[in-house]
């Protein structure tokens, strides 16, 4: 086999084997995150949703919020400035977020301003 078959090969093989991984991670990850949201009561706040919910999950009500426009969305705003008022929710759902945030820490400071005293 030649170089260049090789290398490709070695590209595919590679590339299924992490979409692999990623699916295997995320099942873990989503068996985890409908046991925790499961028990949330009230009202879920998920920040950065994209065009996903996890409604079915729970019983809590969810709040879809993102920066970008999507179809589902309750509020299409900036997470550094939530318009949502002090102890509005009784839980957060921050998910592969954060590392897009230009300052990460405030929009940890608006979590925990939006979240119910008991909840933080």
Request: hydrophobic fraction near 35%; glycine fraction near 4%; include cysteine.
């Amino acid at each position: 086999m030649c170089k260049k078959h090789f290398r490709n090969l070695v590209r595919r093989s590679y590339s299924r084997l992490s979409k692999l991984g990623k699916y295997v991670s995320r099942a873990k990850f989503d068996s985890f995150l409908s046991e925790q949201i499961g028990q949330v009561q009230g009202t879920i706040l998920h920040l950065g949703c994209g065009p996903k919910s996890y409604q079915a999950w729970t019983p809590a009500r969810e709040v879809l919020v993102d920066i970008h426009l999507y179809p589902l969305l309750n509020a299409c705003v900036d997470a550094h400035q939530l318009p949502f008022t002090n102890n509005s929710f009784d839980g957060v759902l921050i998910e592969e977020m954060l590392e897009h945030c230009q300052t990460p820490y405030q929009v940890i400071d608006e979590v925990r301003r939006v979240l119910k005293p008991d909840m933080r």
